[in-house]
DNA sequence: ACACTAATTATAACTATTATTAATTAATAA
DNA sequence: TTATTAATTAATAATAGTTATAATTAGTGT
């Protein structure tokens, strides 16, 4: 199923008029491979094996270039750097104050907020963002035995 | 009433030990009488006339400082640099993604999410955090007289 | 095969933020 | 009020993420 998603990728591509190159294919390999939300530089260093000579900024054009596109979207937190996560269906982030872990999950809608925050302020709302923070199992557990 | 802010804050240094200087003070009376939600960068350039030799470290240090005391929120959002928000009741932030106007607005609760991304993911739950994207009147106004 | 355009690489530049350090100042108690 | 002390400030340097630039390379269409 990831073989489709990449697939439909590439697909994007070509219909977006996007070269398809060696780095372009491997990042967008490694997006959706991924469990994770890597960084600009994490996807760097993953693919140093692979492309000893690729370029960071190569990484952050093509980054841009697959956010334009809609195939990935850029998460901002707290911390200094931006993570990068390919664009599925929708889902929000639960994300660990403890380890930094961010894992997925699915809610049906929050369509009646969007409305709701349209008629309030007057916007033609767009998208919306959503993240809940809190602490993971595994970071849990290491504080109950720290006690 | 936002005298009273101002006062309930400078409450709040003072039980949690923290020293009331007059940077302090400006920047927490900066922050709640502006309706923005303003970058430490336009606290700096808002406050030179008060304080001519003021450091831009200090503006850092000082949201740093509320924010670990709980009464500043740091919003990260795309752009470079991180904005500050004073914490009242809550509230939610509705984005224009043209002219990046940030409107305060309301909603009950998102209890239920949160109930529910916990089971789903096994998370103690902490808090969450949303923000609703799209255009704002004065944006689609002049959208709408260029076509 | 050739010309043309886009993409990559390497590097420099930029910007937001943090660390460092010496000098200053606010809170406290004598 | 004054002296004391630890916190805070200001100035500056350092760091890190990201973007811009220019030269080179690779694709694409004719």
Chains 1, 2 share one sequence.
Do not use: W
């Not at 000893?52 to 809609?70: D, I, K, Q």
């Not at 979207?73 to 707290?78: A, I, V």
């Amino acid at each position: 199923m990831s073989e489709t998603h990449l697939q439909d990728a590439l697909d994007t591509l070509k219909t977006t008029g996007v070269r398809i190159t060696p780095q372009r294919h491997a990042i967008l390999e490694y997006l959706i491979q991924t469990m994770a939300h890597p960084t600009a530089d994490e996807i760097y260093k993953a693919l140093e094996g692979k492309f000893p000579n690729m370029s960071v900024a190569t990484v952050y054009n093509n980054l841009r270039v697959f956010r334009e596109v809609g195939l990935v979207k850029e998460l901002t937190f707290g911390d200094a750097s931006s993570r990068f996560d390919f664009v599925t269906n929708d889902h929000y982030h639960m994300i660990c104050e403890c380890c930094g872990k961010i894992v997925d999950f699915h809610y049906p809608g929050l369509d009646e907020i969007e409305h709701f925050a349209s008629q309030v302020t007057g916007f033609d709302v767009h998208s919306h963002r959503l993240e809940i923070y809190g602490t993971c199992p595994s970071c849990k557990d290491v504080s109950a035995k720290v006690q």
